[in-house]
């Protein structure tokens, strides 16, 4: 298994910013798949989930409507859209799978793409 994130950056507050999620080596239609991050000082959390079809989406509170999650899987990719940035926003930014809707992460890690928000 291959997942390797794109897309981060140095961003003012307010702007936005599209991550992107490259698997391979996995069926990646039938995995459920989750946006992470951990800032620095802090515990890696869980900020956004989408079911294997991409029907169904679960966000943490802290990025509720200003994130979307969504997933193409004909790419084998999947996308985290950052709008309204805030410098709490900062940190570097993981894909994995994940085993339910707000399930566990599945496997290993990838290097991660950073978002830095400046204020």
């Known amino acids: 298994v291959q997942l390797v994130e794109s897309g981060g950056g140095l961003v003012q507050a307010g702007g936005s910013l599209t991550l992107s999620c490259a698997a391979s080596?996995?069926?990646?239609?039938?995995?459920?798949m989750g946006w992470y991050r951990q800032a620095p000082g802090k515990k890696r959390e869980l900020v956004a989930t989408i079911t294997n079809g991409g029907t169904n989406t679960n966000y943490a509170d802290s990025v509720k409507g200003r994130f979307t999650i969504s997933r193409d899987n004909a790419k084998n990719t999947m996308y985290l859209q950052m709008n309204s940035l805030g410098p709490e926003d900062t940190a570097v930014y993981y894909c994995?799978?994940?085993?339910?809707?707000?399930?566990?992460?599945?496997?290993?890690w990838g290097q991660g793409t950073q978002v830095t928000v400046s204020s």
């Open positions: 080596g996995i069926t990646f239609s039938i995995k459920a």
């Open positions: 994995n799978i994940i085993s339910g809707p707000w399930g566990r992460s599945l496997s290993s």
